[in-house]
């Protein structure tokens, strides 16, 4: 099998091929001076932060006895920020899929038809929750793969959806960058040899200028970058490796996310094939969301004990605790502590589910 680097070139060749292709986004941006100091790029992973966005993927995929299958995936992706993952380290997403628009060629074996294969793909992904982590530079430490026992295609379909999810992270420095910077990141993601999925890449990213986005109402840097990664896919059915390289160019906000990406790579499977994909994804700020465990809203109410402020609460006096045990309670009525009820025999636990 070709390596990666024969397959797309060096990548001094592919950058420079990404940077004249001009990018992404809308012709009349305004290019503005970068600071002298610099941009700081990371992502807002505040408890409650949320975005919309929008996928499109394009597949061309070319099996040696089938031919050429063409596939495609259009939907919307609601994305809220949970919370610390105490486990992992980092913070816990979880991205919620609906709006659903799949073409789904198949080749002859698949032993489903291409009418019932979309439906079920379709009723899958439909409301279906992913929950992930990842760290404000953008580096995912665990995405989720497709459950053991699934269909072959429909555990394809799903592998494309998760990856798509990942390619709203970019890893970005924790230094500030500079119109024309250059950085190279050595990717690892996962745990060798265990469940799940575990990436070893390069990615090589140069920044090609800020611009003002009239029609986000906001700065973004654009970034072009190629990449070469070799991923393998653990599950409870054994493990597959496949390689992949790419370009793509990138609008990221300087608000905390990355608002838009356009990409397309080569993806060889030693079981699946070659495949050529073509992915479009854009976010958008969203109104905050209540997360369990996240910080309360302040209360505006004077009389809350919580409240911060200058107003007095009217009749702050008054008492509204009418339990006489209540710690707080004030007037003439005495505490009874109820009797102690016999013991019974001990209840057995509940089940606890495992772990999603």
Known sequence: MRSLCRVFGSFALALALVAASGGCGPKDMKKLEVPAAGIRLAYDLAPGTALDGHLRIGNTLQIPSVGSLNRSLECNVRMVVLGDDRQRGGARLQATFSQIDIKWSLPPAAGISTAEFVRTATNQLQGMKVTFTALPSGKIIYMPVPPPGLPVELSVFLDQVLRGLEDAFLVVPKHAVKDGERWTENERRGRKGKLGRYVEGKVETLVEGLFRDAGRGEDVVRLAIVHERKETVTTQDG??????????????????????????????????????????????????APVAGGEPEPTTDPCHPDYVGEAQCEGADAQSITDPCDPDYVGAEDCVAPLPAEAGPTPSPAPVAPPS
């Open 239 to 288: 493990a597959r490796d496949n390689e992949s390289t790419g370009k793509s160019t990138v609008l990221f906000s300087t608000g905390g996310y990355l608002a838009k990406l356009d990409g397309e790579s080569r993806d060889y499977d030693p079981v699946r094939g070659m495949n050529f994909r073509k992915i479009e994804v854009t976010w958008k700020p969203a109104a905050r």
